[in-house]
């Protein structure tokens, strides 16, 4: 069974802390990403990484950061809490995207159970 | 436009009901998509993954129409535990290498 863990499963910060939120995967899986989900908008993709060091921006990297040295672990870092960054944010893993030429074809995401984040 | 769309619902059904979901997708080249169930507080899990035509398993038959560019998802015989938001899940970006969800479509099933 796949296994993606978060750190913390509810955090409460205050305006101006700097946030980490660690996450981890047991499969093996080349690409991992962070999301927000907010009532009525959905999951939005914050960051995403296909490698060891390697990261691409998603839909809302504005006041986050992200890392990624080793494989199994990938950290989203809130450089400045702020209120609006109040939300669930959900990491997930898959295996390598690309299955054969330009299929488009993918493989699943599998999340962790999400953290739930207050920043007062 | 949003990459992929769904109506929000509720869907309100009695047990038993046959209930079908719609989702529309923009990126007419994207081959992959996928249905999760996503539990109230819980993460996501994969319902089922569509590649081509379709997919059936049990109760649940998901439904790809490329000439109309949405996929479906159609719940047989419906259970209270059947209650939970539908996400719709299509590829997008350059490289098809990020995934768009929808909003979610919400599922009431009623005793």
């Known amino acids: 069974d796949v296994k993606v863990t978060q750190s913390s499963r509810y955090l409460v910060k205050r305006t101006g802390e700097k946030v980490f939120l660690e996450c981890v995967q047991d499969m093996d899986h080349e690409n991992m990403f962070w999301y927000r989900q907010d009532p009525g908008l959905g999951l939005r993709l914050i960051y995403f990484s296909y490698d060891v060091k390697m990261k691409e921006k998603g839909d809302i990297p504005e006041g986050y950061s992200v890392s990624r040295e080793k494989k199994e672990r990938f950290s989203l870092i809130l450089e400045s809490a702020s209120t609006n960054q109040t939300s669930m944010y959900l990491c997930a893993s898959s295996r390598t995207l690309w299955t054969s030429g330009s299929t488009g074809r993918a493989h699943e995401q599998y999340f962790g159970p999400g953290t739930r984040l207050t920043v007062t | 436009r949003k990459e992929v769309e769904q109506d929000p619902g509720p869907f309100n059904v009695p047990e038993g009901a046959t209930v079908a979901f719609n989702c529309t997708y923009s990126n007419s080249a994207s081959q992959s998509f996928f249905w999760y169930r996503q539990d109230c507080r819980k993460e996501p899990k994969l319902l089922m993954s569509v590649y081509s035509s379709g997919n059936e398993d049990g109760r649940f038959t998901a439904q790809l129409n490329r000439a109309s560019q949405y996929i479906s998802l159609l719940i047989r015989d419906s259970k209270l535990s059947d209650s939970a938001t539908y996400l719709c899940?299509?590829?997008?970006?350059?490289?098809?290498?990020?995934?768009?969800f929808g909003s979610g479509t919400k599922l009431n099933v009623k005793p």
């Open positions: 899940v299509g590829l997008g970006g350059y490289n098809f290498n990020k995934f768009y």
